[in-house]
T-cell receptor, first 114, second 114 residues
Framework: GESVGLHLPTLSVQEGDNSIINCAYS??????FIWYKQESGKGPQFIID?????DKRQGQRVTVLLNKTVKHLSLQIAATQPGDSAVYFC?????????????FGQGTTLQVKP | KAGVTQTPRYLIKTRGQQVTLSCSPI?????VSWYQQTPGQGLQFLFE???????NKGNFPGRFSGRQFSNSRSEMNVSTLELGDSALYLC?????????????FGPGTRLTVL
């Protein structure tokens, strides 16, 4: 069945360093991927998305890389700040993002040390 | 612009009871999806409603149901509650036609079943 997984449950980084959060997916039909950030007591917050016809997309301090050959997705956060501390989820959609059905990974907790 | 709102925020029920949760999407958003979040299973898709019709459904028993009204507001119902239904229930809305693919999540309803 479909599954989206992350490699590490917890990632601890020093403030100012770059963070890389990884995700593997299994559905070859996936064509739209999203990264969400969830802070304690809040719902997931959209960070950045990427379609399968791209291999890289950049936002403000964040970059998502997609490697379809090995079905791997990563989120890079530049100059990590204490406010980046949260749980990060990758999610997959096989309807080009036109439906609301997302398959989520288990999440990586990012801890930023001051 | 107001975000996705969910009511109530917290709920305590006992086994065998039924519960109704409410979600108001962002103004102009026509797709509403529901997710269940638990520590063990993570974020799991329940169903999606668009134009008052369910158009996607996850792998949950028939005790979980939902509906959408003409103003796009949505409710989900869980009947014959079980202890395992204790979770954070998240609602997400999406603009659809002409809009981006981003889904915006509400803060969730924390359901505890005793």
């Amino acid at each position: 069945g479909e599954s989206v997984g992350l490699h590490l449950p917890t990632l601890s980084v020093q403030e100012g360093d770059n963070s890389i959060i990884n995700c593997a997916y299994s559905n070859s039909a996936s064509d739209y991927f999203i990264w969400y950030k969830q802070e304690s007591g809040k719902g997931p917050q959209f960070i950045i998305d990427i379609r399968s016809n791209m291999d890289k997309r950049q936002g403000q301090r964040v970059t998502v890389l997609l490697n379809k050959t090995v079905k791997h997705l990563s989120l890079q956060i530049a100059a990590t700040q204490p406010g980046d501390s949260a749980v990060y989820f990758c999610a997959e959609n096989s309807g080009s993002g036109n439906t609301g059905k997302l398959i989520f990974g288990q999440g990586t907790t990012l801890q930023v040390k001051p | 612009k107001a975000g996705v709102t969910q009511t109530p925020r917290y709920l305590i029920k006992t086994r065998g009871q039924q519960v109704t949760l409410s979600c108001s999407p962002i103004s102009g958003h026509r797709s509403v999806s529901w997710y269940q979040q638990t520590p063990g299973q993570g974020l799991q898709f329940l169903f999606e409603y668009f134009s008052e019709t369910q158009r996607n459904k996850g792998n949950f028993p028939g005790r979980f149901s939902g509906r959408q009204f003409s103003n796009s507001r949505s409710e989900m119902n869980v009947s014959t509650l079980e202890l395992g239904d204790s979770a954070l229930y998240l609602c997400a809305s999406k603009r659809m036609a002409g809009g981006g693919n981003e889904q915006f999540f509400g803060p969730g309803t924390r359901l505890t079943v005793l």
